[in-house]
């Protein structure tokens, strides 16, 4: 099937995008990477009357340090972030998340802030930046404002942006050096969706306890889930076998997954457990300097 | 409702103005408006990977673009691949090594390959696997289509100009 007839603008700069948006108004969309809204179109699930096309908008693809961590741009290519430096240094968990984001011609066009602003549940970057307490950057027709990634996501594709408002920013915080991280994920074939999956932090402090844990997942509720009981139950703690097998066994108590096509919610509850058992135990090792 | 846009589009180093409707996807575009039928829709929601062609030298999902999108840009597709009627030599290696049936998603598996060997030009098998992972096949198996790949690797690293055989 082919999209529905629509009006088409390339603004050069944020502010004819802003401009633009609030002109048109309900029936516009903005297209970023266009890798989940061109299907949408594609099989009319969406048939803006407008589209405002931010690919021209140069000044929004960056990945720069900020403070001890890094800021990223809405329109930074999914491949950008998964090759850079400086993102591999202060975040490595987001790039370890982007790196399962499809395949590797999605994320030429797919941006950071594209997956973000669409927030599919079963996504990556939505939960990378809710475990990594990031902070998105909305312009609007009355300015700019800091939405706390926790949250930014509300419900299935719904995020706290106003209509008129565009996502023009992640600022990831930087983390103590040696913090452990992990995001593993199931899925049926490689590059598809996930299942399940798990972003995990570990700060230890220097007696080998755990100070500080971030476990959040995607796959198990309509939006990322922080698993805080689990979190609670790893703090202060020495992080043994048991007490990983433990905040795991927390976990599956602490989503609500739905069943659908791809899996029931016995099983991703089942997966949520064994797979966060595994994302703590891979951010542990890295976080006591292993690979 | 939309009034057409110019564009100005290079394609395989020719370069093409046309006038198109917002909607109309590069796909389409190039099938239809340029007669440039190598690329094929497999499924129009970026999942098969048929209409990969590669946009300013990056592989992409053709179906998920729009062709006012590509103004200015610089695309390669399929029929790019041979120079002066001399097959490249992962066509070759698709001819030698069997990697192709019906041929429906061979210009994608072609078009990935050529941008995977152009970064990785010494894969292992699990690499090959890996790389075509978002391209579909539904008649070979992929396994002849890997071996293909890897045998176009080998000859493109001794820069012999063809896969050796006994075609010719």
Redesign the interface.
């Known amino acids: 099937?082919?999209?529905?007839?629509?009006?088409?603008s390339?603004p050069r700069s944020l502010e004819e995008a802003l401009a633009l948006l609030e002109a048109q108004g309900a029936e516009a969309k903005l297209l970023a990477g266009?890798?989940s809204l061109?299907?949408l179109?594609?099989?009319r699930l969406a048939k803006p009357?407008y589209?405002i096309?931010l690919?021209r908008i140069t000044a929004l693809d960056y990945i720069r340090p900020a403070d001890s961590g890094i800021v990223v741009g809405a329109m930074t290519r999914q491949?950008t972030l998964e090759h850079s430096n400086a993102a591999k240094q202060t975040a490595p968990l987001l790039v370890e998340a982007v790196k399962l984001v499809?395949?590797?011609?999605?994320r030429?066009?797919g941006t950071v802030g594209g997956s973000l602003a669409h927030a599919d549940p079963a996504a990556e970057l939505p939960t990378a930046t809710v475990a990594l307490g990031a902070e998105l950057i909305a312009r609007g027709p009355r300015g700019s404002r800091s939405i706390p990634a926790e949250r930014f996501f509300t419900g299935p594709l719904t995020t706290a942006l106003e209509p008129a408002e565009i996502l023009t920013e992640v600022r990831v915080p930087g983390w103590p050096a040696g913090t452990g991280y992990a995001f593993v994920e199931l899925w049926r074939?490689?590059?598809n969706f996930a299942i399940v999956g798990v972003a995990a932090l570990v700060v230890l402090d220097g007696g080998g306890r755990i100070s500080r844990a971030s476990l959040v997942l995607c796959g198990v509720g309509s939006t990322p889930v922080r698993a805080r009981q689990a979190e609670a139950s790893l703090i202060g703690q020495a992080p043994t076998d048991a007490r990983l097998q433990e905040a795991a066994r927390l976990v599956s108590g602490e989503v609500s997954p739905d069943s659908d096509v791809h899996a029931s919610a016995e099983y991703r509850r089942r997966v949520a457990r064994v797979y966060a058992q595994r994302a703590l135990t891979l951010a542990l090792k890295r976080a006591r300097g292993g690979k | 409702m939309a009034g057409l846009h110019p564009i100005r589009v290079t394609v395989n180093g020719t370069p093409y103005e046309r006038s198109v409707e917002p909607r109309r996807l590069l796909v389409d575009f190039l099938r239809e408006d340029l007669c440039l039928v190598g690329t094929h829709i497999g499924c129009e929601h970026g999942v098969c990977g048929a209409c990969t062609v590669l946009f300013a030298g990056q592989t992409i999902r053709s179906c998920l673009v729009f062709a006012v999108q590509a103004d200015g840009a610089e695309i390669m597709t399929v029929e790019g691949l041979a120079r002066d009627g001399e097959f490249h030599p992962l066509q070759e290696a698709f001819w030698e090594k069997h990697g192709l049936q019906c041929g429906y998603c061979t210009p994608g598996m072609l078009l990935t390959a050529y941008e995977f060997l152009r970064d990785h030009p010494s894969p292992s098998e699990e690499e090959i696997r890996e790389a075509i992972g978002g391209n579909l096949c539904r008649c070979t198996g992929y396994q002849f289509i890997i071996e293909a790949i890897q045998a176009a690797a080998e000859a493109m690293r001794t820069s012999r100009p063809q896969v050796p055989s006994g075609r010719r």
Do not use: E, S, W
């Open positions: 099937m082919k999209p529905a007839p629509f009006a088409y390339a266009g890798q061109v299907p179109m594609n099989l009357r589209l096309d690919n491949a499809g395949h590797a011609t999605i030429h066009r074939t490689h590059g």
